[in-house]
């Protein structure tokens, strides 16, 4: 398991440096998070062991559960929020997380600003666009997204990162990468929160400056 995990989490690297120099970027602007939901701390501890220090998490419950530990005995690591937020959930994601990349609504952004205030720390946010406006998805439309953006830094004093997207499975994410990434030019925002195991090169090739991979670091999920 630990030799699978270093060797993949590897391989991977090497594929985004690749994807960063064929179109003349720097692999460093890029930063991978390992995506271990679903996984525990055992199969974690290789790929922190292979220094790396990007992980990302798709429920708060399950990451309260094996990254507090992990948190103190590495503290440099970075720890990120991928998946939706509910807003009663709001306290203990800022307590956790280091980065939450799926601020889609003002309930959200609301609570979110009332808890990085009494809390005292600012992780990194992103606002997730629904950008094939799937009904069953998170994320506000993108017509809306100037808005949300005016509500987080205007009136609640919110840094924005950047933009996160999860392209419909049945349409090619380039379409989506190109897309998130105009969008993000016109709103003045640089971070593009893009791409997973299947499409990541595509989404560095595009802009992407964190990308989401799971199996391709941890293998098949059970």
């Given at each position: 398991?630990?030799?699978d995990a270093a060797?993949?989490?590897?391989?991977?690297?090497?594929?985004?440096?690749?994807?960063?120099?064929?179109?003349?970027?720097?692999?460093?602007?890029?930063?991978?998070?390992?995506?271990?939901?679903?996984?525990?701390?055992?199969?974690?501890?290789?790929?922190?062991?292979?220094?790396?220090?990007?992980?990302?998490?798709?429920?708060?419950?399950?990451?309260?559960?094996?990254?507090?530990?992990?948190?103190?005995?590495?503290?440099?690591?970075?720890?990120h929020l991928i998946?939706?937020?509910?807003?009663?959930?709001?306290?203990?994601?800022?307590?956790?997380?280091?980065?939450?990349?799926?601020?889609?609504?003002?309930?959200?952004?609301?609570?979110?600003?009332?808890?990085?205030?009494?809390?005292?720390?600012?992780?990194?946010?992103?606002?997730?666009?629904?950008?094939?406006?799937?009904?069953?998805?998170?994320?506000?439309?993108?017509?809306?997204?100037?808005?949300?953006?005016?509500?987080?830094?205007?009136?609640l004093g919110l840094?924005?990162?950047?933009?996160?997207?999860?392209?419909?499975?049945?349409?090619?994410?380039?379409?989506?990468?190109?897309?998130?990434?105009?969008?993000?030019?016109?709103?003045?925002?640089?971070?593009?929160?893009?791409?997973?195991?299947?499409?990541?090169?595509?989404?560095?090739?595009?802009?992407?400056?964190?990308?989401?991979?799971?199996?391709?670091?941890?293998?098949?999920?059970?």
């Amino acid at each position: 398991m630990s030799d699978d995990a270093a060797r993949r989490l590897s391989e991977t690297m090497k594929r985004i440096a690749a994807a960063a120099k064929r179109v003349g970027r720097d692999p460093e602007q890029v930063n991978l998070i390992a995506v271990s939901k679903t996984f525990d701390a055992d199969a974690i501890r290789p790929v922190l062991a292979a220094e790396h220090r990007h992980f990302g998490e798709n429920r708060v419950q399950e990451a309260q559960r094996k990254w507090p530990d992990l948190k103190a005995e590495y503290p440099d690591l970075t720890l990120h929020l991928i998946g939706p937020l509910q807003s009663n959930k709001a306290r203990e994601a800022v307590a956790l997380f280091d980065a939450i990349h799926t601020v889609d609504r003002p309930k959200i952004a609301r609570a979110l600003a009332a808890e990085m205030d009494k809390q005292g720390r600012r992780p990194q946010l992103f606002i997730q666009v629904n950008t094939g406006e799937e009904t069953q998805k998170a994320g506000v439309l993108a017509a809306d997204v100037g808005e949300l953006l005016t509500l987080c830094r205007d009136e609640l004093g919110l840094e924005i990162a950047g933009l996160m997207c999860i392209p419909p499975m049945d349409e090619e994410p380039a379409i989506h990468f190109a897309f998130l990434g105009k969008l993000a030019g016109e709103l003045g925002l640089t971070g593009l929160s893009m791409g997973m195991s299947g499409d990541f090169e595509t989404a560095v090739e595009l802009g992407a400056t964190h990308v989401r991979v799971g199996s391709a670091i941890f293998g098949a999920r059970g």
